[in-house]
């Protein structure tokens, strides 16, 4: 299994700015995903993030609110982009593995005022 | 993609047996059925995988019957701590068309 980490753990912030998301893995993997949890709510896919290649965004998601970047394949990045109340959420990266499981970061909690 | 249908909640008491049931009718060929278990406020955690009949782990088995339309998700003896929300996820990760469906909050009852 993977061991991941998401930084920042949560954060507060005010509408019209961004905020990146860092997720580290401690092993090299190809694929790594972002997802987006609202409360109470199931998880959302937003994008695969590919290592040398631009991230595959799912039907709803745009590069310009959400542009990731895949600089090597043990780390991604996730920008909300001028952000308003409704991006408030819970991020979540996580890595496929080759037996087909996910797994999955703590999660970044977004509180957008 | 394979849609998954599964109960919204479920109630239990301490000590018993659950199963959660998942409905994927229309099931590819190649494709596998993974269960997550999710805490508040955590990120979700793998279960268990099956692609056919029934696989045991230490946390719990998985049923899948010949036509792999539907599976079982079974929790032995429950305790306090199983209460999450569970989630029947249906594809193949590589190419990551798996969607996580509404999930099943099961709450264990002392």
């Known amino acids: 299994s993977a061991v991941i980490s998401q930084k920042p753990s949560r954060d507060i912030c005010q509408r019209g700015t961004s905020l990146t998301i860092q997720c580290q893995v401690d092993?090299?993997?190809?694929?790594m995903f972002w997802y987006r949890q609202q409360p109470g709510q199931s998880l959302t896919l937003i994008a695969t993030?590919?290592?040398?290649?631009?991230?595959?965004?799912e039907s709803g998601f745009v590069i310009d609110k959400f542009p990731i970047s895949r600089p090597n394949l043990t780390f991604s990045t996730l920008t909300v982009s001028n952000m308003s109340p409704e991006d408030s959420s819970i991020y979540l990266c996580?890595?496929?593995?080759?037996?087909?499981?996910?797994?999955f970061g703590p999660g970044t909690r977004l509180t957008v005022t | 993609l394979a849609k998954t249908t599964q109960p919204i909640s479920m109630d239990s008491y301490e000590g018993q047996e659950v199963n959660i049931t998942c409905s994927h009718n229309?099931?590819?060929?190649?494709?596998?059925i993974t269960w997550y278990q999710q805490f508040p406020s955590q990120g979700p955690r793998f279960i268990i995988q099956?692609?056919?009949t029934k696989v045991t782990n230490e946390v719990a088995s998985l049923f899948i019957p010949a036509d792999r339309k539907s599976s079982t998700l079974s929790l032995p003896r429950v305790s306090l701590s199983d209460t999450a929300v569970y989630y029947c996820?249906?594809?193949?990760?590589?190419?990551?068309?798996?969607?996580f469906g509404a999930g099943t909050r099961l709450t264990v009852k002392p």
């Open positions: 996580s890595v496929g593995s080759d037996s087909y499981e996910q797994y």
């Open positions: 092993s090299q993997v190809t694929m």
């Open positions: 993030a590919n290592q040398g290649s631009e991230a595959t965004y």
């Open positions: 229309n099931i590819a060929t190649n494709d596998y």
């Open positions: 099956g692609y056919k």
């Open positions: 996820l249906v594809g193949v990760s590589w190419n990551n068309d798996m969607r």
